[in-house]
């Protein structure tokens, strides 16, 4: 089954311990991309790979990293988690045409909740 | 700075009516306009798209308007149901971005 999977679902933690959300899709995608959702605020892009060792910032990445090593998997990493991080994140992944053009469905994963305290 | 401005932020209407969404975008270089829908616990996903050499694009009871001299785009679910109750999404984008997303819209059809 085509998919884009996301772990852990959930997950509670404390200020300033190091984090990592998994992202991994099985669709052989060149785009990755991670969003917070909030409510009132919509989707917001954090950072995005077009493909393997190109990520680039969308617009909230301050605090967060990402990694594209392999062309599957998109982590997310929060080096030092702060209460305002708490949000529910999801990862996207899409085809890449040649022409670099971003006009393809996008596939979201079924989101982390994340509680930083 | 590329926005697109959605509304109501929520909305509630009854079985059998029309729910009517609608976004506005102020980039003239958008160039695709797709709609995501999203259930309570599930990511979105794509419902409809449309782009601006046609004015309209129809998927069952689901029709996007668009009206590119306005630079404005509407999602009108007819004959509303029960299971139609989620959060709507409108986005767009252009040739060499990335989608830029609307704040969504909870809509809520009653029984």
């Known amino acids: 089954e085509a998919q884009v999977t996301q772990n852990p679902r959930y997950l509670i933690t404390v200020t300033g311990k190091k984090l990592t959300v998994t992202c991994s899709q099985n669709m052989n995608h060149e785009y990755m991309s991670w969003y917070r959702q909030d409510p009132g605020l919509g989707l917001r892009q954090i950072y995005y790979?077009?493909?393997?060792?190109?990520?680039d910032k969308g617009d909230v990445p301050e605090g967060y990293k990402v990694s594209r090593k392999e062309k599957r998997n998109f982590p997310l990493i929060l080096e030092s988690p702060s209460p305002n991080q708490t949000s529910l994140y999801f990862c996207?992944?899409?085809?890449?045409?040649?022409?670099?053009?971003?006009?393809?469905?996008?596939?979201f994963g079924p989101g982390t909740r994340l509680l930083v305290l | 700075q590329q926005q697109v401005k959605q509304s109501p932020q929520s909305l509630i209407v009854q079985k059998g009516g029309i729910s009517i969404i609608n976004c506005a975008y102020e980039?003239?270089?958008?160039?695709?306009f797709p709609w995501y829908q999203q259930f309570p616990g599930k990511g979105p996903a794509l419902l409809i798209a449309?782009?601006?050499?046609?004015s309209e694009k129809k998927e069952g009871r689901f029709t996007i308007s668009f009206n590119k001299s306005a630079k404005q785009f509407s999602l009108h679910i007819m004959d509303s149901q029960p299971g139609d109750s989620a959060t709507y999404f409108c986005?767009?984008?252009?040739?060499?971005?990335?989608?830029?997303f609307g704040k969504g819209t909870m809509l809520l059809v009653s029984p």
């Open positions: 980039n003239t270089a958008f160039d695709y």
């Open positions: 986005a767009a984008s252009m040739r060499y971005s990335t989608l830029t």
């Open positions: 449309i782009r601006p050499d046609v």
């Open positions: 790979s077009m493909n393997v060792e190109v990520t």
């Open positions: 996207a992944s899409s085809p890449l045409r040649l022409a670099g053009n971003f006009q393809e469905t996008q596939y």
